[in-house]
């Protein structure tokens, strides 16, 4: 059992501070790795910690399982958090994210769906991304990749 599951069960659907981590991927076309997520918003590959991890732990770990992709070295581009971050899923559970983001500045793999979290993976041109995003990744896209020359 993960750790989310175990506290929800102690605290059923009462607002928590969850910590999490996404990892923006980039191919060399500067394009972005975005999963088309199961509730059919498009996102950054990423989740919420397991107890005892760290964020940059989670952000691999994360990585890997939806996606199939190995991050070498990791760059941080931010810790993203407050009250704009609430968020009530399908089943009741209420919560405020926490989210340290990263950007996978050298990575190895093949994308490929790799969990039930994703329904299909694509790369996107950060002018053209998709309407139905999660609009906290969307913010740190705009932040901190729209603003790069490269």
């Known amino acids: 059992m993960g ?11 009462a607002p928590l501070n969850l910590n999490g981590s996404v990892t923006v991927v980039r191919d060399p076309s500067g394009a972005v790795l975005l999963q088309h997520r199961s509730d059919g918003r498009w996102g950054l590959p ?8 760290s964020c ?13 992709v190995e ?7 931010g810790v ?14 209420e919560f405020y994210c926490v989210t340290t983001a990263y950007e996978a500045v050298r990575w190895h793999g093949e994308p490929c769906v790799h ?5 299909e993976l694509g790369w996107y041109p950060v002018e053209a991304l998709p309407e139905n995003m999660v609009k906290s990744h969307l913010q740190i896209l705009r932040e901190n990749i729209g603003s790069e020359n490269r």
């Open 80 to 93: 993203y958090s407050g009250q704009q971050y609430f968020c009530r899923v399908k089943n009741g559970d």
């Open 115 to 119: 969990d039930r979290e994703s329904t």
């Open 3 to 13: 750790y989310i599951q175990w506290l929800r069960e102690r605290v059923g659907h």
């Open 46 to 53: 990423g989740g919420l910690m397991e107890l005892g991890e």
């Open 71 to 77: 991050a070498d070295e990791l760059r941080l581009l």
């Open 56 to 68: 940059e732990e989670t952000a691999r770990r994360e990585l890997w399982e939806e996606t199939g």
